[in-house]
């Protein structure tokens, strides 16, 4: 009985020892993993305050306009280019047709005599290849062209 | 019988034993249940608890904490900042050889001297200063000599990293990290407090505009080649100051080298006498005051002498001029009759309540005192009534204008940003200098000065311009020089809801062959305002568009065209 509870005490002894042991291991494993992410974050803060300097420094309308002058063919915008308000758009004259849009990238070579009213030409030849033509042809697309059109007509 | 005692001795022993014995079991059993105690909660603890976190000294989050705090723009644009830089410095007892170190350092360091270098690092002390402040490149070629003895020291600058921009605004620090002018002198207690360290602060400024603006004076400053310029972009409705440039400009990075002149603010501390613009000031006050009204007139057919002293018109028209005309076309003798009627006293009191008879107020300690007579006589009253004989700070004159065109409220001009959504507050906040009504009038004034008058080169199409041109000779000694010139011009826009003004005025511009040798504020001061609002206004969100029916139209009529 007292071999046993002798046992007993020096195994609980050596399970609490090893445990604390291995615990104030790990805590402190933990602490200076703590640390080192403090560290981080300090560096990290000081290195997103330099990139902000250097993010301003570089986007200075100094620096900015120095460099558009030298490598773009950009102009300031004049107030004619602004439209502030959609009503401001002039009406188009009656019985127009509305552009299609993109139509200088489905136009891959001329298909009509320069001067000729490139909407009204009946579709005499079959559209080519890679090419849409507007006039009635296309199925879904026409009838959405149609509709703007004669909303347009009626309008005015 | 010989062990009868013994054993009676034992048998006293034996009882005293047995209580030690009890005694010992108590104690090993409180031990015992001590230990298991504090094995259990060891592993309770380490086990099964959620563990609180102990603070272990450190509390919170580890965060850099700059000496001092940023300053940012209105849009958070980075304007100051702190940062680490890394100074030289040498323990000459390390250095192997003083003079290979010095010639290698000269190489990498231009600016310091050999010889000065090679007296330093031979020397018997342990620390000497090689330089302070290196750039990262200068750091790292330092670093890449690899020669033993040198160290960095780690030390926080203030970093302005747009240069010259808005430096006048936001002045600089000295050596120890002390605001010395502009914000930085003005907030100084703010930004260096401890506090306030994380949290930048933040100006009315907008650098866009800011550059724009400076951008567009540089250019006139040195077309004309004038001495000097002065320019503020105001929100009328806020008084937030957008922009102020004071030209010629310095870099706050390197203050030290920066001449006196160009550390001077020409926008609050210089003053000036700004001529015509103030006929704003004498128009309106007359308006309100129910001395004249929009159809009242004028002789301005002869120069008015008083004294010696003679009042003449620059664009003389030689015959009466209705109150619009006078305006349009800036009639110094219509201006000064009209100030005449309203009288000396009404005037005085009238440009005080504008706040043009003190200093500005402004987060700014660099303000201009203004310069105005003590004795305010007649003649006096003529002359500041077009803005002679009176100096002020373009500041204040903005400050003055932003009241007169905002509905008649003054609104003391800020460099730090309103926070949203206090806007409406702004204008029941200012003081009522004149009525809605004659603010209404003294736009479309504005707006004829410019549509038909003397500022025609600073409108733009869309944008509404309405304005005043200023052009007033440089006092001298005993007089005025008439080929020293302040050209400057107030432009307001979109002038049918007034909502940002423009200020700039040029120091001795000097005339050239494309604008016929004139050197006046029609010709120098208005086509750069004018410029100025092509550019910033999409920035500012005003949409171009056609004039509105306004009292421009009506006031338009009463201006007979040259």
């Given at each position: 009985m007292k071999r046993f509870l002798n046992m007993i005490v020096i195994m609980l002894v050596a399970l609490a020892g090893t445990g604390l042991f291995t615990l104030k291991y790990r805590a402190g494993d933990r602490d200076a993993e703590i640390q080192a992410l403090h560290a981080q974050i300090v560096a990290d803060q000081k290195a997103i305050r330099v990139l902000k300097a250097e993010w301003a420094f570089l986007n200075s309308p100094d620096y900015l306009q120095d460099m558009a002058e030298k490598h773009l063919g950009l102009r300031p915008i004049t107030p004619d280019q602004i439209i502030g308000d959609l009503s401001d758009l002039p009406w188009r004259r009656a019985g127009g047709v509305i552009a299609p849009p993109q139509v200088d990238r489905v136009m891959p070579r001329p298909r009509f005599k320069p001067g000729t009213d490139l909407f009204?030409?009946?579709?005499?030849e079959a559209p080519q290849s890679g090419v849409i033509s507007f006039d009635g042809s296309m199925g879904a697309n026409s009838d959405v062209l149609q509709l703007l059109n004669d909303f347009d007509g009626g309008e005015r | 019988m010989k062990l009868s005692p013994r054993l009676d001795i034992a048998d006293g022993m034996n009882a005293k034993l047995e209580m030690t014995r009890n005694r010992l079991m108590v104690v090993i059993f409180l031990f015992a249940a001590a230990f298991v105690f504090l094995g259990?909660?060891?592993?309770?603890?380490?086990?099964l608890q959620q563990v609180r976190e102990v603070g272990s000294g450190r509390t919170g989050y580890a965060t850099v904490m700059p000496a001092r705090a940023d300053i940012v723009d209105r849009n958070g644009v980075v304007l100051a900042t702190n940062l680490d830089t890394a100074s030289l410095h040498a323990n000459p007892r390390e250095i192997l050889d003083a003079n290979e170190a010095a010639r290698l350092l000269v190489r990498v360091l231009p600016d310091l001297s050999e010889a000065d270098l090679k007296a330093k690092l031979s020397s018997s002390a342990q620390f000497v200063w090689i330089k302070r402040k290196l750039t990262p490149r200068q750091k790292w070629k330092v670093n890449a000599l690899g020669l033993p003895g040198l160290h960095f020291r780690i030390e926080e600058e203030r970093i302005y990293?747009?240069?010259?921009?808005?430096?006048?605004?936001?002045?600089?620090?000295?050596?120890?990290?002390?605001?010395?002018?502009?914000?930085?002198?003005?907030?100084?207690?703010?930004?260096?407090?401890?506090?306030?360290?994380?949290?930048?602060?933040?100006?009315?400024?907008?650098?866009?505009?800011?550059?724009?603006l400076a951008d567009e004076m540089m250019d006139t400053v040195e077309r004309f080649s004038a001495k000097g310029a002065a320019g503020v972009v105001m929100d009328v409705n806020t008084g937030e100051v957008l922009a102020m440039v004071s030209l010629p400009d310095y870099d706050p990075n390197r203050a030290g080298t920066a001449i006196p002149d160009a550390r001077f603010n020409r926008a609050s501390k210089g003053v000036y006498e700004l001529g015509s613009i103030f006929k704003?000031?004498?128009?309106?006050?007359?308006?309100?005051?129910?001395?004249?009204?929009?159809?009242?007139?004028?002789?301005?057919?002869?120069?008015?002498?008083?004294g010696r002293f003679q009042i003449r018109d620059d664009h003389p028209k030689s015959r009466v001029m209705s109150v619009p005309e006078i305006f349009t076309y800036s009639s110094n003798?219509?201006?000064?009759?009209?100030?005449?009627?309203?009288?000396?006293?009404?005037?005085?009191?009238?440009?005080?309540?504008?706040?043009?008879?003190?200093?500005?107020?402004?987060?700014?300690?660099?303000?201009?005192?203004?310069?105005?007579?003590?004795?305010?006589?007649?003649i006096n009253t003529m002359t500041i009534s077009y803005g002679h004989g009176i100096a002020v700070s373009p500041l204040q004159v903005a400050s003055g204008m932003a009241a007169m065109v905002n509905g008649g409220s003054l609104i003391p001009a800020t460099l730090?940003?309103?926070?949203?959504?206090?806007?409406?507050?702004?204008?029941?906040?200012?003081?009522?200098?004149?009525?809605?009504?004659?603010?209404?009038?003294?736009?479309?004034?504005?707006?004829?000065?410019?549509?038909?008058?003397?500022?025609?080169?600073?409108?733009?199409?869309?944008?509404?311009v309405g304005g005043k041109t200023g052009t007033a000779e440089k006092s001298a000694v005993g007089g005025y020089k008439e080929d020293a010139l302040i050209s400057s011009f107030v432009g307001v826009f979109p002038m049918d809801a007034p909502r940002y003004l423009v200020l700039v005025a040029f120091d001795e511009p000097k005339g050239i062959a494309a604008t016929y040798n004139f050197a006046s504020a029609g010709w120098v001061a208005a086509p750069a305002v004018g410029r100025v609002v092509g550019r910033i206004a999409p920035l500012l969100g005003v949409e171009p568009g056609n004039e509105e029916v306004n009292g421009f139209q009506q006031v338009s009529l009463l201006v007979e065209p040259d």
């Open positions: 009204s030409v009946p579709s005499a | 259990v909660r060891t592993l309770d603890l380490g086990l990293p747009q240069g010259k921009m808005a430096a006048h605004v936001l002045g600089h620090v000295d050596v120890d990290g002390k605001g010395i002018a502009g914000v930085e002198r003005f907030f100084d207690q703010r930004l260096s407090d401890p506090e306030f360290a994380q949290k930048p602060l933040q100006l009315s400024i907008d650098s866009r505009i800011q550059h724009a704003t000031f004498t128009l309106a006050m007359a308006l309100d005051g129910g001395v004249v009204d929009m159809n009242s007139s004028y002789d301005a057919t002869y120069p008015i002498r008083v003798i219509g201006v000064a009759q009209m100030a005449l009627d309203v009288g000396g006293e009404a005037q005085q009191e009238f440009l005080g309540q504008l706040g043009l008879l003190r200093a500005p107020v402004l987060e700014l300690e660099e303000v201009g005192y203004p310069i105005y007579p003590d004795r305010w006589r007649d730090i940003k309103n926070p949203d959504g206090a806007h409406a507050d702004e204008r029941a906040r200012g003081r009522r200098i004149i009525s809605d009504a004659t603010s209404t009038q003294v736009n479309s004034l504005l707006r004829a000065a410019v549509k038909l008058g003397t500022g025609s080169n600073a409108d733009v199409p869309g944008y509404r």
